[in-house]
C-alpha cells in the first residue's frame, strides 16, 4: 500500500546565540501556517523567552517536539543561524529562513552547501514596495530605534521633558539622532514623545522631510551623499572633514547622542572620534546602535556600556531582543508572509522567476542560460 504523500512540515526550534529572546513564529502565524495546509512543529520552550507558551502553539495547531525531531522539518524557520551541526542535521534540500548572514562563517556556509539546503537569508531580500510586508530589517530596526532611546534616557542623568517644579525649572534634554533611517526615525519619534528637544542629521537630503515630520529639528552639517536604490553612499574624504568639523562643535552642547548610520554591505562609517567625545559634557551619553557592525564613534565596544571621561556610551548588540515579543510578532508575520511565496497548498513550490525568492536564496543560482542560438538557416537558394 503506498500512503499518500504527507503535507510539508515547517519547524521552529528555539534560538541558540547568547542573549537572543525573540522566536521566527508566533501561535498567531503558525495558525496562519496550519490554515494553508502544513504541519507545524515546535521545539518545547521555543517562544517563551518572547512570552509565547507552548500551549498557546498546541492550541495554534502545532505539534511539540523535541529539536532533534523538528529539525526533520521541510522549512525551518529562525532568526539567527542554527550552529552549523543543526544544519547538518536538516533533511537535504530543505529550506531554511532567517537571518542566515551565510558568508559570516564558512563552518555554515559549507553546511548549507553539504546539505543542498534552500537557505533564504532574509537579510539579502530587496527592498522593493512588494517586499515591504517581508522587510525583517525594518521590523527590527523600529524596535531597535525605540529601545536605543529608552535605553539613553536610562543612562543620562535627567529627564528628557521640560520640568516646571517647585524647585525650579527643568530644562529639556538635547538629543541628536546621527542616520535617519528606519530605527533612527523610530529614535527620534521615542524621544519626541519623551519630550526631549531633538535633531536628527542625515546624509540623504530626503530624510529632512522626515525628521522634521517628526518634530525634530534637522540638523545640517552641510553634507548629502545620496546613494543607489535609495541608501547612503560612502562619503568622500573632503565630505568626511566637513562633517566631523561641523559634529564636533555641535556635540558640546548635545546631553544624548544616538548613533545609527549605515552603508549597506560596509562596516559603519566613524563618525564620531574620541577628540568629539572628549569635548562632549560629562553625563552626555551616546548610545550606538551600529555596535555590531564596528560602530559610529570610535570608543564603541560592542556589547558593553563604558565610561570615556564622564561620557557614557553603550554599544548594545541586542536591542531588538529586548523587545523580543513585538519583536517577534512583527518578525514571524514578515517570515509568514515570505514563506507564502514558496508554501502552496501545503506543498513546497519554488518560482525562480519571481525576483523575491530568485535574489534571497543563497548561494546564488546559476543563471539560466541563453536558449542556444539556432544555427544560420541556409536556404540553399
Ligand atoms: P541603513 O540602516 O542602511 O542606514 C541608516 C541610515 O544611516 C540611513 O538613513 C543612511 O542614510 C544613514 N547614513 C549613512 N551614512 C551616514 C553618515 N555618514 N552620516 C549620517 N547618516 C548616514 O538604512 P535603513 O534604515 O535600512 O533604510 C534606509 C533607506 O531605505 C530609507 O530611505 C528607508 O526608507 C529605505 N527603505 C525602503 C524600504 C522599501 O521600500 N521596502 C524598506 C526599508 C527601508
Known sequence: ????????????????????????????????????????????GAGSRAGFADEAYREAGAGLDAADAVLACDVLLCVRPPVPERLLQLREGAAIVGLLAPEADPARADAIRTRGLHAFPLERLPRTTRAQSMDVLSSQAGMAGYKATLLAAQLVPRFFPMLTTAAGTIRPSRVL????????????????RLGAQVEGFDVRP????????????????????????????????????????RLAAHLKQVDVLICTAAVPGRPAPRIVGADMVAG??????IVDLAAESGGNCELTRPGETVDVGGVVIAGPVDLASQG???????????????????????????????????????????????????AAQTTGD
Open 1 to 44: 500500500m503506498t500512503e499518500a504523500p504527507l503535507a510539508l512540515t515547517v519547524g521552529v526550534v528555539a534560538e541558540t546565540a547568547p542573549g537572543e529572546r525573540r522566536v521566527a513564529m508566533t501561535p498567531e502565524t503558525c495558525r496562519k501556517l496550519v490554515a494553508a495546509g502544513a504541519h507545524v512543529r515546535v521545539q518545547h
Open 177 to 192: 539622532v546621527i542616520g535617519a533611517g528606519v530605527a533612527g526615525l523610530q529614535a527620534i519619534a521615542t524621544a519626541r
Open 206 to 245: 530626503e530624510t529632512r522631510e522626515q525628521i522634521e515630520s517628526l518634530g525634530a529639528r534637522f540638523l545640517d552639517l552641510g553634507v548629502s551623499a545620496a546613494g543607489e536604490g535609495g541608501y547612503a553612499r560612502t562619503l568622500t574624504e573632503e565630505e568626511r572633514a566637513e562633517q566631523q568639523k
Open 280 to 285: 562632549m559634557k560629562p553625563g552626555s551619553v
Open 324 to 374: 523580543a515579543l513585538h519583536a517577534s510578532e512583527m518578525y514571524a508575520r514578515n517570515v509568514f508572509n515570505f514563506v507564502s511565496l514558496f508554501i502552496r497548498d501545503g506543498r513546497l513550490s519554488y518560482d525562480w522567476d519571481d525576483e523575491l525568492l530568485a535574489r534571497t536564496v543563497w548561494p546564488d543560482r546559476a543563471p539560466v542560460p541563453a536558449p542556444p542560438v539556432p
